[in-house]
């Protein structure tokens, strides 16, 4: 459902309710002219295309909410991990030590997450993510889970995973699938375990690879692929990657579907694959901005941000930005506020659903599984996958 959001999206009554917030509020927090967000995520690297494509959504945002003249102003700080786990590391704990940021949007890759947990655990600072979709990182069972302080505002993988297999079969009777990934945290597991029993119950899996991020010489894949008589390749993992891979498919006569998840689909991907992204079947736990705002809020958005077409993600980084909005709106300006306010808070999605978040960090509502398609070098949303 594509609500139209009203300017500013619930800001102008989280003002009034500011009012009445700052008079009750703690006096050191009453006290607060500014605080400060941090966004995490890729701005430089082979997988920059994903953190650009959701910085605007975050700026838009913030931008709404310091027009409206609140008591409290936001400044953002980004924090450039390159979808690295490894970078995560070396970048989280600076974030954490600075003491004017209170909430962390992002991350933007699921590594990054992991990487990220022991620094913002330890110093309590909350997480809303727009994108990081590993099912791990709000599993209670998991090690790896970022409980008390991660949320995520999409769909995790174990929802993709399943709506890929299909988006990518569509129209295809018993469907051949060959099946890779790149071995990461996000691709590996988006494939073993989110399109591998969709994809049985489909049709036929005829054959599986895996190769490491940074691969450029891809011809024993080409090889596989074509032996195995597939219909159908999903690939797990990024855009960067991916690109040099669907161009030596479709280079080696490869002729079917070419299929892959979120990390594949951002605004730098049909010029990184040139004519090989024709066609592509792509998914993300996302729908497109500009379906979302008005003419004037559109407008606007390309007036605040410089963007003229919102990229991938910009709708989730939109409503995790609006989380941390709201609550500073309520008089949360500190880390332990906002902790309690995002974890016992109802918020909106950018098409203006309502959610909570649940124990572990997952929205109650989340956007849905978008299928798009690559046509005449633009990604172009097509249906719910």
């Excluded at 594509?2 to 006290?31: H, Q």
Aim: aromatic share 8%.
């Amino acid at each position: 459902m594509n609500k139209k959001i009203v300017s500013g999206f619930a800001i102008a009554a989280a003002a009034t309710l500011a009012l009445g917030a700052v008079v009750t509020a703690p006096a050191n927090a009453a006290a607060k002219k500014e605080v400060t967000l941090a966004f995490e995520g890729p701005l430089s690297g082979p997988y920059a295309g994903l953190g650009k494509d959701q910085h605007p959504g975050v700026e838009y945002a913030i931008a709404l909410y310091n027009a409206k003249n609140p008591a409290v102003k936001v400044k953002l700080i980004d924090a450039d991990t390159e979808c690295s786990g490894s970078k995560a590391a070396t970048v989280a704990p600076g974030v954490a030590a600075n003491k004017a940021v209170i909430g962390v949007i992002g991350t933007s890759c699921s590594g990054e997450a992991r990487n990220s947990f022991p620094s913002y655990k330890s110093a309590g600072l909350t997480m809303v993510a727009p994108s990081a979709s590993a099912v791990d990182l709000t599993n209670p069972k998991a090690a790896s889970n970022g409980f008390p302080i991660f949320h995520r505002v999409l769909v995790n993988d174990a929802i993709q995973g399943p709506a890929l297999a299909r988006w990518a079969a569509k129209g295809i009777t018993a469907p051949k699938y060959f099946l890779i990934d790149d071995m990461s945290t996000y691709g590996e597991p988006l494939i073993k375990t989110g399109v591998t029993p969709t994809a049985k119950k489909l049709g036929t899996i005829v054959g599986t690879d895996s190769v490491a991020q940074g691969t450029t010489d891809f011809s024993s894949v080409v090889s596989k692929v074509k032996s195995s008589g597939a219909t159908v390749v999903i690939y797990g993992g990024y855009d960067s990657d991916a690109a040099p891979l669907f161009k030596q498919l479709r280079t080696g006569g490869y002729t079917g579907v070419l299929a892959g998840g979120d990390g594949v689909l951002t605004s730098e991907f049909p010029g990184l694959a040139g004519t090989a992204s024709e066609g592509s079947r792509l998914t993300a736990g996302s729908t497109p901005f500009e379906t979302i705002l008005s003419k004037d809020e559109m407008a606007n958005f390309t007036k605040i941000t410089g963007a003229k077409v919102p990229g991938l993600y910009a709708d989730t980084a939109y409503a995790a930005a609006n989380v941390f909005l709201q609550c500073i709106t309520e008089g949360a300006t500190t880390r332990p506020a906002i902790q309690k306010c995002v974890n016992n808070g109802t918020f909106m999605q950018a098409n203006g659903d309502k959610f909570k978040f649940d124990r572990y960090g997952d929205p109650t509502t989340a956007s849905s599984v978008g299928g798009y398609i690559v046509k005449a070098g633009k990604t172009v949303f097509d249906a719910i996958a």
